[in-house]
């Protein structure tokens, strides 16, 4: 019932209607850690105070050396992956100076921070006066709080003049910078006593900063959280994966890549069970000899309710695991186990403990018959003043024999119910064709364009068009099982390929790179299907 209206961010400050504007951000990551050290908790009966854990974990900075940032916040992506492992960070400084370097401006300078960090002879200061305020980040100016301290002891800024620059910095108005600019340069000549020439060189390294500083607090309170996700990764990393999880669920293009992420760690990734999965991911501890992993949750599932999966969880919880498909099917009743949810279950391996999902889905009438039956005598059962006196006689389950569903077909409906594939994949069938082509990441990764390219994968997608001349052309997605990548085929190869332009078909292309916009495709000239005689 309250009012509510928005101000662009220059007239909702003091330079429009005066009034003091906050940013709150919401960040996933807090979610993540919380959720995380509770597993730990739950599972190892250990208490993280994740606010107080030391600063100097090796195996954290291992880990980042390493690269393995996926699923960090603040810290991951190809970009600032690369400057991790050439920085091999020490110290939560590092991760602090990296937070505020990579932004556009700022980070010109961190391959200086890091050719400083490695040798010291290269930390120099213009001034003996920077010293102090640039020690820590070797003599890089990394802050917006460096720039205020440097106006201050160098140019005799008071603090409110200080303030005034930070904020014309953060502004990035040219004209106010330009009036800052002679200002500072006058106070470096009459107040620091720098040459002019000397002056505009440390101008220069402040410069940088217009694009975009950070502030030392702010850095300050983003590296400390994107140390702890690294210390739980790397401590304790199946708790902290299948948080990550949970937190993406119902993003298949994130939950596919966190699950590579996982096979790349060595932490398995199993699908639903009836008697392990709860709600989101959850972890099976580490028992009889196998390490723990990471199982998906019965909320995972499409077309399957929050409501019947919190029945099947409270049930185990009460009464112990099911023991068979019967069992199951006797014990959690109700209208909301329907044929839809009850084939979800099978067709995703939720029974897969107990019996064959061929088997299953063939017998799908009887179990639904026999679940209609067991729920009609509980009812009778209830109602009745004497209890069991009253339930009628109820028949075995009895499941006619019946071939096992394909390996492909397991799959496709695991990828149509999980919208990824997680006993497998279509192209493990084809491992020896894959090495012997480039990856799609190595193609992605090559900025030549036009080179003639070979690679190999999945069909993902296929959006068909019409050229102006009327003719059929379509833009196809083609996936490993590690990256994707666009392919344009052009009315004439269209034509020649229209056949295996089919998602699920599992191809080899061949054509030529194309980069528009910093984003790879390739120009179909040839495609073949995995297993046919090689391409001419």
């Known amino acids: 019932g309250k009012l509510i209206t928005q101000y662009e961010m220059h007239s909702v400050g003091e330079d429009g209607v005066g009034l003091l504007k906050f940013d709150f951000l919401g960040i996933k990551n807090l979610s993540i850690l919380a959720e995380a050290v509770r597993r730990v908790r739950v599972i190892h009966k250990i208490e993280i ?48 100076a990296m937070v505020a370097l990579y932004r556009p401006g700022p980070m010109e300078s961190i391959p ?54 930070r904020k014309a910095m953060g502004k990035k108005i040219p004209a106010v ?44 309170s983003y ?59 959850s972890v099976v501890p580490a028992h009889d000899g196998e390490p723990a992993r990471i199982r998906f949750g019965l909320t995972t599932i499409k077309n ?24 199951f099917l006797t014990r959690v009743t109700g209208k909301n186990l329907n044929k839809k949810s009850l084939e979800a279950l099978i067709m995703t391996g939720c029974f897969d403990r107990f019996e064959e999902r ?4 063939h017998n799908l009438e009887t179990l639904l018959a026999f679940h209609k039956e067991q729920s009609a005598g509980r009812e009778s059962s209830q109602e009745s003043l004497f209890g069991g006196l009253a339930h009628a006689e109820v028949h075995a389950l009895v499941l006619q024999p019946a071939l096992n569903i394909t390996k492909i077909d397991r799959l496709r409906s695991e990828k149509e119910l999980l919208g990824v594939y997680v006993s497998g994949h279509p192209l493990d069938a084809f491992e020896d064709e894959l090495k012997k082509r ?71 292309v061949k054509g030529r790179l194309s980069i528009r916009n910093d984003e790879p495709t390739i120009a179909l000239e040839k495609m073949k299907a995995l297993g046919a005689s090689e391409m001419t």
């Not at 930390?123 to 802050?143: K, Q």
């Not at 948080?243 to 790349?264: F, M, N, P, Q, W």
């Not at 399957?304 to 069992?327: L, M, N, Q, W, Y």
């Open 358 to 361: 061929g088997v299953l889905l």
């Open 112 to 165: 200086q921070y890091i050719e400083r960090k490695h040798n010291a002879n290269l930390v120099t200061f213009l001034d003996p006066r920077l010293e102090t305020i640039l020690d820590r980040s070797y003599g890089v100016i990394t802050y917006q709080d460096d720039v205020m301290m440097i106006a201050r002891e160098l140019a005799g800024y008071s603090w409110l003049e200080a303030d005034m620059l």
């Open 223 to 281: 590296g400390r959280v994107a140390y702890q996700t690294a210390y739980m990764k790397a401590n304790y990393p199946v708790e902290y994966m299948s948080a990550v999880l949970t937190a993406d669920a119902g993003d298949t293009e994130k939950i596919s890549e966190i699950i590579h992420e996982c096979e790349r760690m060595g932490i398995e990734v199993l699908p639903p069970d009836i008697n392990e999965s709860f709600g989101p991911f």
């Open 177 to 220: 910078m330009e009036a800052e600019k002679e200002k500072l340069l006058k106070g470096f000549v009459e107040f620091g006593k720098l040459t002019p020439s000397l002056g505009e060189k440390l101008w220069k390294l402040i410069e940088p900063f217009a694009a975009y500083g950070f502030n030392k607090a702010h850095a300050a």
């Open 49 to 96: 105070d994740i606010e107080n854990i030391h600063t100097d974990d090796k195996k954290t900075f291992a880990m980042l050396a390493r690269g393995e940032t996926m699923g960090l916040f603040q810290l991951n992506g190809s970009g600032m992956t690369a400057f991790l492992k050439q920085l091999r960070p020490t110290s939560i400084h590092d991760i602090n």
């Open 438 to 508: 480039p990856t799609i990441a190595q193609i992605r990764a090559d900025e030549r364009n036009g080179i003639p390219v070979i690679t190999a994968g999945m069909i993902e997608s296929v959006r068909e068009l019409l050229t102006k001349k009327g003719d059929r052309m379509a833009f196809v997605m083609v996936g490993d099982k590690d990256d994707m990548i666009e392919l344009v085929a052009f009315p004439e190869v269209f034509q020649s390929s229209k056949d295996l332009l089919v998602p699920g078909t599992c191809v080899a």
């Open 304 to 327: 399957f309710g929050e409501g019947i999966a919190e029945s099947i969880i409270e049930e185990r919880k009460a009464k112990g695991p099911f023991t068979s498909v019967a069992d």
